[in-house]
């Protein structure tokens, strides 16, 4: 499995534009890369998923380059309600079993 | 409608006591799962449950048990209680197991003293 490394805290405002990167040099041709949310108090949710290139959803962007030993999880104009902690997730697409949990980047948002 | 739900939401016990942690999922999916976050915050699998399929995380003591009468539901039981286990167990599944999504229960607080 790929290990990732992400910051482990971002503070950040409301309003702006917040990208956490993901390092994981060692992906594998078949590995996803998956980023889920986690409130305090909450089970994670997921937010999006990528294999190469630009994934957009309602939520989030996710930005793959080339040679995707990273990848950056965009969050346009942050507000309070987004401060959670953020999870990079790299494996096959092969089922929960196998999805492993780093520690995550606290994001705090400020008014 | 909540998708995944656990019961109970918090539970304080005694160590060597055995308890139990329901979990059900309205999703439809075929697997299922339990994970536990540490006081540090790290999410770890103990278990998946695809159907009829069990399969164990070795690194878990065997004083934890999942049970699943069907599968929509999957118990966990834990016995002779210790005060290691104090963490947040998450019940989640997922359509498959060839899926990366996972939808998480709210999780249950389990403190033992």
């Known amino acids: 499995l790929a290990k990732t490394t992400q910051p482990i805290s971002m503070d950040s405002y409301e309003g702006q534009e917040v990208n956490i990167t993901c390092s994981h040099n060692?992906?594998?041709?078949?590995?996803?890369i998956t980023w889920y949310q986690q409130f305090p108090s909450q089970g994670p949710r997921f937010i999006i998923q990528?294999?190469?290139t630009k994934v957009t959803n309602e939520v989030a962007s996710l930005f793959i380059p080339a040679d995707r030993k990273s990848s950056t999880l965009s969050l346009p104009r942050v507000s309070l309600s987004d401060t959670a902690v953020y999870y990079c997730l790299v494996g096959e697409n092969t089922g929960g079993f196998k999805t492993i949990f780093g520690a995550g980047t606290r994001l705090f948002v400020k008014a | 409608d909540t998708a995944v739900s656990q019961t109970p939401k918090y539970l304080v016990t005694q160590m060597g006591n055995d308890k139990s942690i329901k979990c059900e999922q309205n999703?439809?999916?075929?697997?299922m799962y339990w994970y536990k976050q540490d006081s540090k915050k790290f999410l770890k699998i103990m278990f998946s449950?695809?159907?009829?399929?069990?399969?164990i995380n070795e690194t878990v003591p065997n004083r934890f048990s999942p049970k699943s009468p069907d599968k929509a539901h999957l118990n966990l039981h834990i016995n002779s209680l210790e005060l290691g286990d104090s963490a947040v167990y998450f019940c989640a599944s997922s359509p498959r197991t060839g899926s990366h999504t996972i939808y998480f229960g709210e999780g249950s607080w389990l403190t033992v003293v």
């Open positions: 449950y695809n159907n009829k399929e069990l399969i």
């Open positions: 060692n992906i594998a041709t078949n590995d996803y």
């Open positions: 990528g294999y190469k």
């Open positions: 999703l439809g999916h075929d697997t």
